[in-house]
């Protein structure tokens, strides 16, 4: 089965085992327009086109220190209003540090936050690649979560319909760019202490390809289960809302 297919199934089989959806769907969601499929309609027959300008931080902040600078999410949301836009994609990446189209050395290297996961790892399990302490896979970071949810709430009232980003695949080393984003990656084997291999070692002799494209391959089950998990806190955080669209991963 194609790996997009799959997720959007995930998705769906979460909401039907959470509520009747066609019940909890109230007049006015975006649904196919009639006269017109290629756009949404809004509920009153008019075809909605949603445009928009994009930024690459508007979910998690990032920039060359640690912690990365705080975005002026408001000032953002004026923007597009000033500029008569209705949608933005939340961005979101799935990495602490570094970026595929910079060489892993300062004072390019980006950090990134806040991630899905807490690092409360104990100091006897080492530090993760980027330094600092290893990500626990059980425990969610609550931030994370909130800070999406504040910033849907914020572009709602603004009416701004919101692509919500669930994975993306700039998160890993991509083949000809000297950056190594996978380095940074929670799912890295030697960045949590749960015994989590995002790229395990295969073949004969067993060699890891250094990439972590496999995390998002549905090959290794452990990695399949924490998915599914995300997407239900996904869905759990933000299943009130009217203006999001679900993303499933960026390229």
Not at 24 to 36: E, F, H, R, S
Not at 62 to 81: K, N, Q, R, S
Not at 102 to 124: D, G, K, V
Not at 239 to 247: G, V
Request: glycine share 8%; charged share 15%.
């Amino acid at each position: 089965m194609n790996r997009k297919i799959a997720i959007f199934l995930w998705i769906l089989l979460v909401a039907t085992q959470t509520q009747d959806l066609q019940a909890a769907c109230p007049t006015g969601l975006p649904t196919c327009n009639v006269t017109n499929p290629r756009y949404f309609d809004a509920g009153d027959g008019k075809a909605l086109y949603l445009t928009g300008s994009h930024i690459w931080h508007n979910f998690q902040d990032w920039g060359t220190t640690t912690p990365p600078p705080a975005l002026d999410y408001p000032g953002f949301l004026d923007f597009l209003e000033d500029n008569g836009h209705n949608f933005m994609r939340g961005w979101t990446w799935e990495h602490a540090r570094w970026i595929p189209w910079s060489a892993n050395s300062e004072p390019s290297s980006l950090y990134i936050a806040p991630l899905p996961f807490l690092r409360t790892c104990a100091p006897a399990t080492g530090s993760a690649l980027d330094g600092e302490p290893k990500f626990n896979l059980d425990s969610w970071n609550q931030e994370y979560f909130d800070d999406i949810r504040d910033r849907v709430a914020a572009a709602d009232a603004s009416g701004i319909h919101v692509s919500v980003m669930l994975f993306q695949g700039w998160s890993f080393k991509r083949p000809g760019l000297p950056g190594d984003p996978w380095q940074g990656h929670p799912l890295h084997h030697l960045n949590n202490c749960n015994g989590i291999d995002g790229d395990p070692p295969t073949g004969t002799p067993a060699t890891r390809t250094g990439t972590g494209h496999r995390v998002h391959s549905l090959q290794l089950p452990e990695i399949t289960t924490l998915q599914k998990s995300f997407i239900v806190k996904m869905i759990e955080t933000l299943n009130d809302f009217d203006n999001i669209i679900w993303e499933i991963t960026n390229e």
